[in-house]
């Protein structure tokens, strides 16, 4: 700076100080995707202030990279770390055969689950239905079924006369349709899942449940007879 008339003394001595402006720097503090979270203004030799830890859905926050926050020298960014959660899925399969739970990072790939299987039953579908990804919490799925149903075929066995198929379903119970079948010189006594009445008595109307586990199986029974005397 060009100067004039400091002093009006013969050989006076005059002291000029230095004077100094602290440096200052800028450091951001960037999530996983570079999202800036926060920017300070921090001076030279000072330390950054971490802002509250983030967030991220199916990730815990570690820390900060770099992780020393002390002793600021320059423009910074420090980048938020995280590390992948696992979690589970588990299958509550109502009475059906068991399924195994399933543990793996989030939106990893799930694999495909075996439907399990139950007497009397179809499998239908699960409760939520399954995710293809791993989700980002816990979750259990519960398995539908459907009844199977089958049907029941009346033989008159040398008796005369129609009878309609009965369709009854798994698990339901259900009287058998009332024997209209006749047969001279002859009294019906029942029915009996062979001819020759070596197989399972049934009575007229009988109330019956689960004769069969097969979806669409047909059963049949026969009319039983007794020879009228006199």
Known sequence: QSVQNLSTTQDEQITLYAQWAQDTYTVRFLDYDNTVLESQTVAHGNAATAP?????????????????????TKDTDFIAEYSINQYTLTFNTDGGSPVADITQDFDTTLPTVTDPTKTGYSFDSWTPELP??????????????????????FDANEGTGSMTNQTL?????????ENTFTRTGWTFTGWNTSADGSG???SNEQSVQNLSTTQDEQITLYAQWAQDTY
Do not use: C, K, V
């Open 52 to 72: 509250t830890n983030p967030t991220r859905t199916g990730y815990t926050f570690t820390g900060w990279s770099p992780s020393d926050l002390t002793n600021i």
């Open 132 to 153: 293809s990804n791993m989700p980002a919490g816990d979750q259990t799925h519960t398995a539908n079924w459907t009844p199977i149903s089958y049907e029941i075929l």
């Open 169 to 177: 379903t798994y698990d339901s119970e259900a009287n058998l349709t």
């Open 200 to 202: 399972t008595d049934y």
